[in-house]
């Protein structure tokens, strides 16, 4: 009888020949990133109008509005915008890049194990981007907009005028923060997969991991109370969610190292 013979690597390259294919995948990846930017630069108006929004929806009535106090402060958040969304629109082509990078080297058992997260990545990073654009600024905008005072019984109104630059910083970093935390599940998932966690380790480390999301959420969200709970309580559930995920990955066989896949890969004699 024949044994199974483990699929080999597509090809074994040199340390030069990977340098030049990373700087070639960097290229291909930095060219569409900075054409998706140049592209959404002209569409930097409909982009503001997009983020702009829950606030507006905040701030209803007349002569409300955003200032700029320097002279070269809104064409620059038009390029952060710009960048903003270059960065959305050319991450499945990085992702893609970096698969391509990597794959060629990879056995049959870890493409099978890498490649799902890959695909898990773009689409959980939009789920948070969304959870925090539809959920949680909606909520914390209404909570700082309540603090002003239009109609004082005595001494002057107190009215909320923003920087436009302030605004949209805050608000794309909470999208890049909300998205990247929702990349837990992946990264504690892929740590289980290749043997460097274990369900029963996350579930003895919960009381401290409780703790750090926590932290997490009070450097990431606004000052405010309510944000940090909408973050640290989805965070949560997706740490929950990974035990389950690293504890169904411990009954399938975890990647092995690649001496003992080299060396059963090996036909008998």
């Known amino acids: 009888m024949t044994a ?36 959404c630069y002209f569409f930097a108006a409909d982009i503001y109008g997009f983020l702009v929004r829950p606030l507006a929806h905040v701030l209803e009535g007349e002569n409300r509005r955003l200032i700029y106090t320097g002279l070269g402060e809104a064409f620059i958040t038009y390029l952060k915008l710009a960048c903003f969304a270059g960065g959305f629109l050319s991450f499945p082509v990085i992702a893609s890049q970096l698969w391509f990078f990597v794959a060629p080297g990879l056995y049959r058992n870890e493409k099978s194990v890498f ?34 005072n239009l109609a004082p019984t005595s001494g002057l109104p107190i009215q909320l005028e923003a920087r436009v630059s302030e605004y949209l910083s805050l608000i794309m970093t909470m999208i890049f923060a909300f998205g990247f935390c929702f990349q837990m599940p992946v990264l504690l998932t892929l740590l289980g997969r290749v043997g460097i966690i274990s369900s029963a380790w996350l579930a003895d480390k919960r009381r401290y991991m409780i703790v750090a999301i926590f932290i997490v959420a009070a450097v990431l969200t606004p000052p405010d109370i309510l944000s940090q709970f909408m973050l640290a309580v989805p965070m949560m559930g997706l740490y929950e ?3 389950v995920l690293v504890r169904m990955g411990e009954k399938k066989p975890k990647v092995t190292a690649r001496a003992e896949t080299a060396a059963s890969s090996t036909p008998p004699q």
Do not use: D, N, Q
Request: hydrophobic fraction near 60%; charge should be neutral; glycine fraction near 2%.
């Open 115 to 148: 490649l799902p997260f890959l695909i898990a990545t773009p689409v959980l990073f939009l789920t948070g981007a969304a959870f925090v654009y539809y959920l949680v600024i909606p909520v914390a905008w209404k909570f700082f907009a309540g603090f002003e």
């Open 4 to 39: 199974t013979v483990e699929e080999k690597p597509e090809k074994s390259m040199s340390l030069l020949e990977h340098l030049v294919e990373l700087r070639r995948r960097l290229l291909i990846s930095m060219l569409f990133f900075a054409v998706a930017t140049c592209a």
């Open 241 to 243: 969610i990974s035990v």
